[in-house]
């Protein structure tokens, strides 16, 4: 009976929440910038008079919706214009924190563009001062553990690597741990920002540009030759070369897959299309993550769901993503040990209840 399979249907969507609220995750790709809130937006324009983006949370929502690369751009950098003091960096990043908390994240590495500030004549000491403080603040209200991948918009060239690399050694606010390189990928040789990353890892910070997401394979060849790529942002296109798909699962290098931010920008024409299953039956170290999360209109927790929902994998492979997560972050070993205890202690619903 249609009833008897409708209540079935939502016991088992039941379950499988259960399950994902209660495995301990990490998020290891989530821009900040790329999570602000339509309320906090609302909240940054009112305060500094700005009347770029509509004035009723109603508009806002739907100026948010997202339509194609082009408008996600024009978003994205509207966001970035909304933020100018240090107060405005605190309060995204506490509200980046504690909205992450909230779905059972335990550990985030966020990346921050300063460039795209600095820029607009926003003091370095503003952004990573306020961006300190809001972690600080996320940390000590929910026990989440916050620490920041600074990241080089690439279409500003190998001048921008330069700067975000003095910038972040100049400053070196403490919760940072890696480097990365962001915007196209298209007309934008990865090698050129080889000097940028030499200096960031010098200083001892970790390597995670993105790398074959709209581009293809060589992209990603070319972040591990020249950037000394340790994780790959995306890099769901390795699979179009059998010979880097060997590489990248012989030197366990994570990759850091956003599927709904994939279907979004056209990377991939479905969720059901994506190749999430494909890469974890190539043994690759594969970590699930939600890049722009309330521009691409996700969480971590629904891409989790997604997994099992639209792309087909079973609750343990979602526990294998999440134990994934934690051996592909950069926190301690001890820690790492701790998380993984946590995930081993969680029941996983049987697969014909999710
Ligand atoms: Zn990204």
């Known amino acids: 009976m249609p009833e008897h399979a409708d209540g079935d249907g939502l016991a ?52 948010y919706r997202f339509q194609d690369f082009a408008h996600f751009i024009e978003v994205y950098y509207a966001v970035c214009d909304h933020l100018t003091d240090e107060q405005d960096f605190a309060l995204v990043a506490r509200e980046l924190g504690e909205h992450l908390a909230g779905q059972g994240v335990r550990y985030a590495e966020v990346t921050i563009t300063p460039f795209n500030h600095t820029r607009r004549g926003v003091p370095a000491g503003a952004v990573f001062e306020g961006i300190e403080r809001g972690r600080l603040e996320a ?20 001048e921008a690597g330069l700067e975000t690399a003095d910038l972040v050694r100049e400053h070196r606010p403490e919760g940072v741990v890696s480097f990365g390189l962001g915007g196209p990928e298209a007309g934008v040789p990865r090698a050129q920002f080889a000097r940028a990353f030499a200096i960031a890892r010098d200083a001892g910070l970790h390597s995670v540009p993105h790398s074959g997401e709209t581009m293809g394979a060589a992209t990603i060849w070319d972040a591990l030759t020249h950037l000394g790529a340790e994780r790959i942002g995306h890099g769901v296109r390795c699979l179009e070369d059998p010979r880097l798909v060997a590489h990248l699962r012989e030197h366990r290098i994570p ?41 691409f ?20 492979a979602l526990a294998q993503l999440a134990r994934a997560a934690v051996r592909a972050s950069f926190l301690p070993a001890r820690d790492q040990s701790r998380m993984l205890a946590d995930i081993d202690r969680v029941e996983v619903p049987d697969e014909a209840d999710s």
């Open 12 to 63: 088992a969507a039941t379950a499988l929440e259960r399950f994902v609220d209660a495995l301990p995750k990490v998020e290891l790709h989530v821009h900040l910038e790329g999570s602000v809130r339509p309320e906090s937006l609302l909240t940054l324009a009112a305060k500094h008079g700005l009347t770029r983006v509509p004035d009723t949370l109603e508009g806002l929502r739907e100026f």
């Open 139 to 158: 940390e000590a209200a929910t026990g989440i553990r916050l620490r920041w991948c600074v990241d080089v918009p690439g279409e500003f060239g190998a």
């Open 255 to 295: 990759l850091e897959v956003c599927p709904t931010s994939n279907v979004c920008l056209s990377v991939v024409p479905s969720l059901a299309a994506h190749p999430l299953p494909r890469l974890i039956d190539e043994g690759l170290v594969v970590t699930l993550n939600s890049d722009d999360p309330p521009m």
């Open 297 to 316: 209109n996700t969480t971590l927790r629904a891409e989790y769901l997604h997994a099992v929902t639209r792309m087909g994998l079973s609750p343990a």
